[in-house]
């Protein structure tokens, strides 16, 4: 019984995924790009043993039940057809996310899993095969498998749904932070809230044309370290996301009252000189890019209006490691 040991890092979209096309293949509606963190990651440990009689799942010290490892148990039973392993696995996993910081762990979550599954199952594949295993946990997991900005590919089908990646070593000096207004549980899950998007929202068919142009311009701005231009589209797009949620029916909002006061934080930092740009995912909390030499004045102004221990400053962070 070999256990291996993976680590992936979470990653913040830039260009969201908000859509899926196929629950079942877990196809996007769109492409999406985003900036793999250094600050958020997860470890996860996987053996396969012949004396199971299910997948044992354990995340953070605690053991799931397997009503609530079902997500787990579909990655590992991929992972089982294609590479004709028949046992039942041990998963454990640790998140490496400050605590309560309620930041998504399902993107280096699944990473990481997809990465140790397939190594302790004796195949031998590409990342950019793990990163196809990842989506099928979590769409934003394609991402997390390599570092630095990465395109998750929509793809038409199974084998073209995959993660490229744009820049792997970063050595623009910018920065990301995180503002946790509230570390609770998202209340509409993605999932939920992407397929009401999709099917009600009458503004669906202007976002993917939005992502579409976003794509194609912030592509060029992040290569060419432009960061006026990778400012503006990051921040305009996460809007248009959340528009999405508005122009849902039933309509409903991740924002909460501090979101809207963090939110003119940042648009007063930048009216006062100091350039920074907001982007937010399926919950309120802010994260804020920045260029490194605004990073202490960005973190003061937020630690004095909110807490010091609300904000959380990552870097771009790297790809799968197995440990
Ligand atoms: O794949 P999920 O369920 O983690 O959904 C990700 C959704 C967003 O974080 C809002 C956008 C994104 O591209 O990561």
Known sequence: ??????????????????????????????????????????????????SLT???????????????????????DLVRQQSGETRFAHVASMNHVPTSAG?????????????AASRAAGLNQSRTELSRLARRGSGSATRSIFGGFVKWQAGTDD???????????????????ALVLDPHHKKVSSTQGMQSSVTTSPYYPAWKQVVAEDLAAITPAILAQDFTTTGEILEANAMRMHALT????????????????????VQALRDSGIACYYTLDAGPNLKVFCQEKDLGAVTTRLASQFSADQVIVAHPGPGIAFL
């Open 1 to 50: 019984m070999t256990a291996v040991t993976a680590r992936a890092h979470t990653n913040i979209a830039l260009v969201k995924y908000w859509g899926k096309a196929d629950t079942e293949l877990m196809l996007p509606q769109t492409s999406s790009l985003s900036l793999t963190l250094d600050q958020f990651y997860t470890d996860t440990t996987v053996s396969f043993d012949d």
């Open 54 to 76: 299910s997948d044992d799942v354990v995340i953070n010290d605690q053991r799931l039940a397997p009503a609530a490892s079902v997500k787990v148990s579909h990655v590992l």
């Open 103 to 115: 930041l998504a762990s399902s993107a280096s979550a699944f990473a990481a899993l997809a990465g």
């Open 159 to 177: 084998a073209s749904s995959v993660a490229i990646p744009i820049q792997e070593d970063v050595t623009w000096p910018i920065a990301m932070v």
């Open 246 to 265: 508005l122009s849902a029916n039933p309509p409903y909002s991740y924002f909460n009252g501090e979101t809207l006061a963090a939110i003119a934080t």
